[in-house]
T-cell receptor
C-alpha cells in the first residue's frame, strides 16, 4: 500500500545548528502538508506545498516539494529551543479523502 | 474562538469495558478524523467522516466504532474488542473539498490507559 516515510527518526542538534528532515512517498502526491507536534501537544499545521519543485519559507523554516512530487524536505536554519518537537509530513491517499502521515522526525535542541 | 474540543483529557478503561471519547468542533468543518498515536510513533487513521451520517474505516478500525449524527460531533467508542487500547487519541477536522488539500485542525487529544 501507499507509504510515507521520513528520515531521520531522531535528530539531536546543538542550538544554532541547522536541521533537515526528509519525507519520501511511495507514490506521486498531489500535495504535501507539514505539521509540528510539541512534546505533549497536538499536531499543528505548518504549510502545504502543491506545485512540483515548489519552495516556501517561513522565517527560519524552508519547505521544498520535489520535482517528481514524491519527496519533500523541511530545513530549519539556526535551530532554537522553541523548535523542539516532532515534525510530520502528510500526503493524500490516492482516490480518498484521507491523509497518510509520515513516521515523523523528533528534533531535540541542546542549549 | 473556533476550535476542536476533546474530552476527557485522560481516561482509564477496565478490562471488558467500552469507553467513548468525545470530539466537538465549532469550525463548521464537514470532515472529521480520528487518529491513534502510540509513544514515539506517527499518526494512524482509525475512522474518518466527510459528511453527516457517513463515515469510512481508516487503517486500524478494528475494535473501534464511530457515529456522525451531527456536523459538530464525531465520538469514538473504544470497544472491549480492542485489546491494546492504551494510546493517545487525536481528533481532527478540515473543510471538505473534491480533492484532499485542506489542512487538518487537531484537538488536544485524549490519553487512554487500561487498568
Amino acid at each position: 500500500g501507499q507509504q510515507v516515510m521520513q528520515i531521520p527518526q531522531y535528530q539531536h542538534v546543538q542550538e544554532g545548528e541547522d536541521f533537515t528532515t526528509y519525507c519520501n512517498s511511495s507514490t506521486t502526491l498531489s500535495n504535501i502538508q507539514w505539521y509540528k507536534q510539541r512534546p505533549g501537544g497536538h499536531p499543528v499545521f505548518l504549510i502545504q506545498l502543491v506545485k512540483s519543485g515548489e519552495v516556501k519559507k517561513q522565517k527560519r523554516l524552508t519547505f521544498q516539494f520535489g520535482e517528481a512530487k514524491k519527496n519533500s524536505s523541511l530545513h530549519i536554519t539556526a535551530t532554537q529551543t522553541t523548535d523542539v518537537g516532532t515534525y510530520f509530513c502528510a500526503g493524500p491517499a490516492s482516490g480518498t479523502y484521507k491523509y497518510i502521515f509520515g513516521t515523523g522526525t523528533r528534533l531535540k535542541v541542546l542549549a | 474562538d473556533g476550535g476542536i474540543t476533546q474530552s476527557p483529557k485522560y481516561l482509564f478503561r477496565k478490562e471488558g469495558q467500552n469507553v467513548t471519547l468525545s470530539c466537538e468542533q465549532n469550525l463548521n468543518h464537514d470532515a472529521m478524523y480520528w487518529y491513534r498515536q502510540d509513544p514515539g510513533q506517527g499518526l494512524r487513521l482509525i475512522y474518518y467522516s466527510q459528511i453527516v451520517n457517513d463515515f469510512q474505516k481508516g487503517d486500524i478500525a478494528e475494535g473501534y466504532s464511530v457515529s456522525r449524527e451531527k456536523k459538530e460531533s464525531f465520538p469514538l467508542t473504544v470497544t472491549s474488542a480492542q485489546k491494546n487500547p492504551t494510546a493517545f487519541y487525536l481528533c481532527a477536522s478540515s473543510k471538505r473539498t473534491v480533492t484532499s488539500n485542506q489542512p487538518q485542525h487537531f484537538g488536544d487529544g485524549t490519553r487512554l490507559s487500561i487498568l
